[in-house]
């Protein structure tokens, strides 16, 4: 990995949540910069590229646009392979950028602030998700809660940080009952809702004097029904090399949980360096690199989906 630039948005903080038209607008403003920065840093010129991959799908659709018209424009000009990549894909990829790496077959937690899925991984070209939520995904309850505790967005890593001061077991939320290796979270986030109402009632000052218990008690019931299913995936699976990826990966409650249960249960236990787990451009370029053995390219008709098929 010679360089792996991020470019953050500050804009979306004010609102809660994020703006997809500021969000494409800061795409369009960072795109140029950014790339300059990466190749700065990597000390290589646009031209010593093999190819150029960038994500296609899923994700919002003004900033999918900004980076494939992008890519597809120094394809172009560079007369380089253009290469179309998933975003879930790439994060459960992720896993093989650094060593030590899984070996195949291995089972993959992806959690992040749109998806959580549990993926069966055979090989960088067989992956297949096995179980997913069926309406809020997992980063979503870590920032749909934090804005009860009124925190800002986006609220997951702040829950982490005061969760690390907190009592997990202060508090209990209702856990869902769902089949097989799917999940569901809408259920927790109204469980907070109704809890928190009822505690205001009673006290103002509530969430202010239990933030840190509040906090590791949300943590924790996330944490805990997405073990719950990753355990479930192994033992029907009977596949033990075990990841987790995805932006919620990043928390170090769930990191620590993972290896705790991956100890007492005999798996092989991997996860993504930090600033692989959040969005970053490393997890595209490896999804690339597998691609660009393969030879799968796309040529220059084709168009981000904000929702694709896996
Ligand atoms: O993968 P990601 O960076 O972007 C998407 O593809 O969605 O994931 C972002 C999500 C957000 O919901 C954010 O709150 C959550 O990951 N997140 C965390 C932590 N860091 C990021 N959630 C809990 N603890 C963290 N430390
Ligand atoms: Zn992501």
Not at 179 to 204: A, H, I, R, W
């Amino acid at each position: 990995m010679l360089s792996n630039y991020i470019a953050n948005q500050k804009v979306h903080e004010q609102y809660g949540g994020v703006v997809p038209e500021l969000a494409s607008r800061a795409h369009l403003q960072n795109i140029v910069p950014v790339v300059d920065a990466a190749l700065h840093t990597a000390g290589c010129q646009l031209q010593t590229a093999d190819a150029i991959a960038f994500t296609q799908s899923p994700g919002l659709i003004g900033s999918l646009l900004v980076g494939a018209q992008f890519a597809k424009s120094l394809s172009l000009a560079l007369d380089k392979p253009l290469i179309a990549v998933h975003h879930m894909q790439a994060h459960v990829l992720a896993n093989l950028i650094e060593d030590p790496k899984p070996e195949f077959p291995f089972l993959c937690l992806t959690v992040s602030g749109g998806h959580t899925q549990i993926v069966l991984a055979k090989s960088p070209y067989d992956l297949k998700v096995i179980g997913e939520t069926i309406d809020d995904a997992a980063g979503e309850a870590f920032d749909k809660s934090a804005k009860l505790l009124g925190l800002p967005y986006p609220g997951g890593p702040l829950i982490d940080k005061y969760a690390q001061q907190g009592n997990p077991k202060a508090f209990k939320f209702a856990e869902p009952q769902i089949p097989e290796l799917n999940f569901s979270f809408s259920g927790l986030k109204t469980s907070v809702l109704y809890f928190l109402q009822d505690k205001k009632k009673k006290d103002e000052k509530f969430v202010e004097k239990n933030l840190y218990d509040l906090c590791a008690s949300v943590q924790l019931a996330i944490i805990t029904i997405l073990l719950k299913k990753l355990k479930k995936a192994v033992q029907q699976t009977g596949v033990k090399n075990v990841c987790i990826a995805g932006g919620v990966s990043a928390n170090s409650g769930l990191r620590k949980a993972f290896k705790e249960l991956g100890e007492k249960q005999g798996w092989e236990t991997y996860i993504p360096k930090f600033e692989y787990c959040t969005d970053n451009a490393a997890m595209i370029a490896i999804t690339g690199y597998y691609k660009y053995l393969a030879v799968e390219f796309v040529d220059l008709s084709v168009s981000p989906s904000a929702r694709a098929e896996w």
